[in-house]
């Protein structure tokens, strides 16, 4: 598919057309400009260079091939100019050219140096939070997103963080520098403006063909070079300091337009669906997008006294720049929360528009959910105007029913954010048959179903390429329940916005479909308490639900709530204040470290808390309850230190570590152009253990660092964003701690194999409900594929080696396409599969079953192998579609004897084999890792009779902690456990089942096998 910026520069190099070549430097200039800004170190040189690039493409437009995308060609000729400049700068200076610069006066140097102590001690007096981000930004000339990545905030608060420090800096100085930070604060175009400019008058002019016919074009770029020539002597002193300005945001007219006319969600919806969204945020209707005077949970706290101002959001397909009615955005001021509020959402009208009133005037993060996101400076008393693009994605068709395939009508959609399962928004409701449809989605994104009376369906992952329509089945098959209560201090006194989550942090139902797609239990359920510390969630699944309350200033509180359908069940918390630990971080010199990650481990958990250390090094980390903690400070060039401390609620301890540079891999990573490839992952993995790996993310500069490493070979791979879809792009063995390392990820056609196919339905119709299976076996990698629209499919960036390949499909039986070895630069190519006619079993469970019993199926085909998957519909099942021949049907569940069941399959035909269900007692086995062994990722487990045959298994046991849990249940005798895990890791043991069962676990060590 042709880029925007591709078609704008074909109309220019055949019209002349300006304005296309604005639009060209409008969508490319910031990547260009960042790319510029990492080679050459100086914002100035990066603009220069941009304009030297951009001029060079004027000369050269006869040379781009239109079927190549015009990036990547811009891309090459800023290397080469960047390559060229290094060269230059290396040759002996010119003694006659300097004597024609103009020399620097000594009171400029002298103004320099006092400007630059009186920044140096203001900058000690401001808040801890502001520091880092100055002294990144004015010492040492970053970026706004390269500070977010040093300090590892969003980049939307450094936004924030640096705006008020400029303020604070400029109340601090003395009066003979206000001028310097009023242009500071409000500078005048430059930057790209000045870059566009230059380049669209040279453009007019029609220089780029004379100097082609005429000369070098370096004489032009000399004269075209950017100068910054500022008005004053202040000026140039501060951008000899190092202080980079701020971007100036295009103000709108100061007349508010009308408010926006979008739809609310559909009638039908109960308040308690309308309440605080998923992760807390209120859904807003366009009419009311400010704060009301009895703001519901969630809404945010507006800080009184601030200067207010209004935003004008206008959001344009991506495709065709028409306007994109009914797209949700969320709006955060910065400066006015606490941690646990969230910003507003809106939803633009017919016209693409939504009008955010009485906003505080400074910075605001604003992001379309399905779309882009974007920064912009509300001023006070006007309305700012900001432009974004909502994405030209998969539109999902979507049907929600009940257990009984009835439509639900008035249902609401949950769309997650991109990437992550567990956050989201609720973004449109079904009408009188059950359906809805969105827009804009893409293959990182989840989508689920919610309504009055029910618990929250399973997510259904999103497939199939831009521009394609994806059904989607929603079934809500379970009675749902509520939660209600309230969150209080040790005084009594109520608790206003505390964050309650309620739910399991990893899904614990997983449903296997018939195209061979997984759909996973529905998010965690995020409210915040109102000003009575009162809060309610609802659609909530039956049984126990874990609750986390965190709110500001107090240790976390874990508990739970025993939910049961139709009901709601009530708890009231208490929160105790928090504990917390101060220090200084230092590296192994003895220096302070700034930017340094201070946490509790493990990361990422829902109760933990991290910070960053100051320009001093200091740190203080909050948020603790009573116990022991586990603690990390790391920072990727310095090292990492970690140690173990007991708190106690209110307490305040010191922890100051000497980080250890301990052995790591580092380096850049870049792709064939040599540009820098940000937010790819690199992973590291144990030749001895390949499942025990290390992985971190590239910065805006292409920059990774992997730390505390054994004196091993690792594997090192490379992948894209969003990688786990696919192959990694570069693989590389026996990499051993050191570096820096340069890595250079190819074309994909350069050192991978592809695979081609088109597969069919045995009547000839394209099979695009489906996916390709690929299992690596040199790499050990496991990647799926989804089938195109037409049922045709190209993998790239397959590693040379032996692979193995099934087709899943909707409709059909899973088909193995059986072993194969691919070579670099090689197809292999299927051609045209068909897919043959399968049948079903289906059937009634009878006996000890009721709706709430959990039951697993498993299908073993003639060859032994998993041959389909099994859909329950209270007490009745069906399986998919399987392959002629023998087959074996196997249930099992908690509280309930092992059945099974022998059938054979013929084409287009149904078995029906009714099942009786026995009670049976349960017992709990739980497999821990023996000490000093690495943590496996998965575990599964067996039970034999004494003869030899199997009794139960499970391919997947449920982690609790640090364990893995089997919950058996079998009829009373003998047994033989056997359980492995993904590493190697093995236990085995006698069991004996009771006819109570046993409330004690059995608890079993996995360890190396004897052979080992």
Known sequence: MKRN???????????????????????????????????????????????????????RAGSWNAAQPLRPWLVGILTHRARHLRERARRPLDAERLERSAPRRPDDAAVELELTAEVDAAILDLPAACQPVLVLRLKHHLAVAEIADALRRPPGTVRSQ?????????????????????????????????????????????????VAASGPVTSLLGALSMKHVLASAVVLVCAAAGI???????????????????????????????????????????????????????????????????????????????????????????GIRDAFSDPLVVRTDERGEALVPDLPAGQASVRVLRGREGGIAIVAGETVELELFAWDGITANVRVVDRFGAPVEGAAIWVSRRFESNIGHLVDTTDS?????????????????????????????????????????????????????????????????????????????????????????????????????????????????????????????????????????????????????????V???????????????????????????????????????????????????????????????????????TLDPTPRVFGVVRDATGAPLENWSVVLSRADEPDLRARCVTDASGAFGIGELDAL???????????????????????????PLELVVPEPAETSAAISIEVAHA?????????????????????????????????????????????????????????????????????????????????????????????????VGPDGREAGVVTRTG???????????????????????????????AAGGTVRRDLDVFAAPTRTIAFEVSAGLPTPRSVWCELRTPAGERAWMDGNLAREGERWIARVSVPPGLFRIHAASNNGLVAEAAFTMTAEGDAEAMVLALARAASD
């Not at 809404?299 to 720049?321: K, T």
């Open 5 to 59: 910026e591709d078609e704008c520069f074909a109309r220019f190099r055949r019209t002349g057309d300006a304005a296309a070549l604005g639009s060209v430097v409008d969508l490319v200039g910031p990547e260009l400009l960042r790319i510029a800004l990492h080679v050459t170190g100086h914002p100035a040189d990066a603009e220069d260079l941009v304009q030297e690039t951009l001029v060079v493409a004027l000369e």
């Open 162 to 210: 640096l705006q008020r420090g400029l303020e604070r800096l400029r109340e601090r100085l003395p009066a003979s520098y206000a001028g310097a930070f009023a242009f500071l604060i409000d500078p005048p175009a430059r930057g790209l403006e000045a870059v566009r400019a230059a380049v669209l008058a040279q453009a007019s002019a029609g220089a780029a063909a004379t």
């Open 244 to 334: 980079t300005l701020l971007q100036s945001e295009r103000r709108a007219p100061t007349e508010r337009p009308a408010a926006p006319r979008g739809g609310e969600l559909a009638v039908g919806l109960r308040e308690e669906l309308l309440a605080p969204d998923r992760d807390g945020r209120e859904l807003v209707a366009p009419t009311e997008v400010g704060a009301p005077p009895s703001a519901p949970s969630g809404a945010p706290a507006v800080a009184s006294g601030v200067a207010r101002g209004a935003l004008l959001l206008r959001v344009r397909q991506e495709s065709d720049r028409s306007p994109a009615g009914g797209y949700l955005a969320t709006v955060e001021p910065f």
């Open 433 to 585: 048959e059950g359906r809805a449809r969105v827009a804009s989605l893409t293959s990182t994104h989840y989508i689920g179903a919610q309504a009055p009376g029910y618990a929250a369906s399973l997510l259904a992952p999103i497939s199939g390429e831009p521009g394609s329509v994806h059904p989607v089945e929603l079934v809500l098959d379970r009675e749902g329940g509520a939660v209600v209560g309230s969150v209080a201090d040790a005084r009594g006194a109520p608790i206003e916005n505390a964050l309650v989550i309620l739910g399991p942090e990893q899904p614990t139902r997983t449903e296997h479909r018939p195209d061979g797609s997984f759909r996973h239990g529905p998010p965690l359920f995020r409210v915040h308490t109102d000003e009575r510390g009162a809060f309610r969630a609802t659609a909530l699944e039956a049984g126990a639900l874990d609750v986390l309350v965190l709110a500001r200033g107090f240790a976390p509180y874990r508990t739970e709530a025993a939910v049961a359908p139709g009901l709601e069940a009530r708890i009231d918390v208490t929160l105790q204040p928090e504990a917390r630990i101060v220090g200084r971080v």
């Open 587 to 657: 590296d192994a010199a003895g220096a302070a470290v700034v930017g340094a990650q201070v946490a509790t481990l493990p990361i990422g958990a829902l109760d933990g808390t991290l910070t960053y250390t100051d320009t001093r090094g200091e740190f203080v980390l909050r948020g603790l309850g009573s116990g022991e903690f586990r603690l990390e400070a790391e920072h990727r060039a310095a090292g990492r230190a970690t140690t173990t401390m007991r708190l106690r609620f209110g307490g305040e301890q010191a922890w100051n570590p």
């Open 713 to 739: 070979p690792y594997r090192l791979w490379v992948q894209q964003p969003a990688g786990w879809t696919d192959f990694p792009r570069l693989i590389l063995d026996e990499v051993v701690a050191g570096g």
């Open 763 to 859: 009547d000839g119709r394209p099979a695009s409900e489906g996916r390709l299976t690929v299992w690596h076996d040199e790499r050990r990698l496991w990647r799926e594929f989804a089938l195109g629209d037409a049922g045709t499919l190209l993998v790239e960036s397959v590693p040379p080696g032996n692979v193995s390949l099934e087709l899943q499909v909707e409709g059909a039986p899973w088909k193995s396409l059986g072993d194969h070895e691919v070579w670099a630069g090689a197809v292999l190519e299927f051609g045209r599969v068909t897919l043959e006619r399968g049948g079903f079993v289906e059937g009634a469970l009878r006996g000890a079953v009721d709706d709430t019993t959990e039951l697993a199926f498993l299908i």
């Open 875 to 905: 007490a009745r099942y069906r399986s998919s579609a399987l392959a002629p021949g023998d087959h074996r049907l196997e249930l099992r569940g908690v509280g309930v004897a092992p059945a099974t069941t022998s059938f054979t399959i």
